[in-house]
């Protein structure tokens, strides 16, 4: 069975570009989370899909980040304009049953913004 | 708020000794779950150990093992008789309802 699986592994961007990430879940997992790390800082939490609804985007830092879940399959963060501080890794996880089960994570997506 | 300290920001130990990696967490929950993950230098974090705050046994799966006390909120990791393979950064966690608060890693070297 594959994994969670994100997409690009590394992106590097200008400054005041767009960059768009995606993540696939496992197939028929509900629960769909997006982390980031930003360099020497901890794993932080930007939101939580159930399905395609937004159950919590407590943790996404500003407008500049919009997160789409279409269907409840895969989701797209996308970055616009990207500012410096973007730079780090994005995680994606799904569950089948949210933290009281597993939460599987992708490798990351890198982004790195000059 | 939630919060999960883990002090060693950096360990390195020879190849067969003991490690164990600290964890404390802060929580006003009665109920929660401590998480600990493997990142190795392939990037994806690896689920190691999900516990929850009403089962204090502790657990042992192989060379690990992990060492809850609610007394003293700690849910400490040790690996036996260390590995190579067993290089890499890990993370405790603690839940906060449907999300994860990580700590900061410890990265582990493990030397030949």
């Known amino acids: 069975e594959a994994g969670v699986t994100q997409f690009p592994s590394h992106s590097v961007i200008e400054k005041g570009q767009t960059v768009t990430l995606r993540c696939d879940p496992i197939?028929?997992?509900?629960?769909l989370y997006w982390y980031r790390r930003v360099m020497g800082k901890e794993i932080k939490f930007l939101l939580h899909?159930?399905?395609?609804?937004?159950?919590?985007e407590s943790g996404m830092p500003n407008n500049r980040f919009l997160a789409e879940r279409t269907g409840g399959t895969y989701s797209t963060l996308k970055v616009q304009p990207a500012e410096l501080e973007d730079s780090g890794v994005y995680f994606c996880?799904?569950?089948?049953?949210?933290?009281?089960?597993?939460?599987?994570f992708g490798e990351g997506s890198r982004l790195t913004v000059l | 708020a939630q919060k999960v300290t883990q002090a060693q920001t950096e360990i390195s130990v020879v190849e067969k000794e003991d490690v164990t990696l600290d964890c404390v967490y802060e929580?006003?929950?009665?109920?929660?779950?401590l998480f600990w993950y493997k990142q190795p230098p392939s990037g994806e974090l690896v689920f190691l150990i999900r516990?929850?705050?009403?089962?204090?046994q502790n657990e042992i799966s192989g060379r690990y093992s992990w060492n809850f006390q609610k007394s003293t909120s700690s849910f400490n990791f040790t690996i036996t008789a260390s590995q190579v393979v067993d290089s890499a950064v890990y993370f405790c966690?603690?839940?906060?309802?449907?999300?994860?608060?990580f700590g900061k890693g410890t990265r582990l070297h493990i030397l030949p």
């Open positions: 929580t006003r929950d009665t109920t929660y779950y």
């Open positions: 899909f159930v399905k395609e609804s937004k159950q919590d």
């Open positions: 996880a799904s569950s089948l049953s949210g933290i009281s089960g597993e939460l599987f």
């Open positions: 197939s028929g997992h509900d629960n």
């Open positions: 516990r929850n705050s009403f089962d204090e």
């Open positions: 966690a603690l839940s906060e309802r449907w999300r994860i608060i």
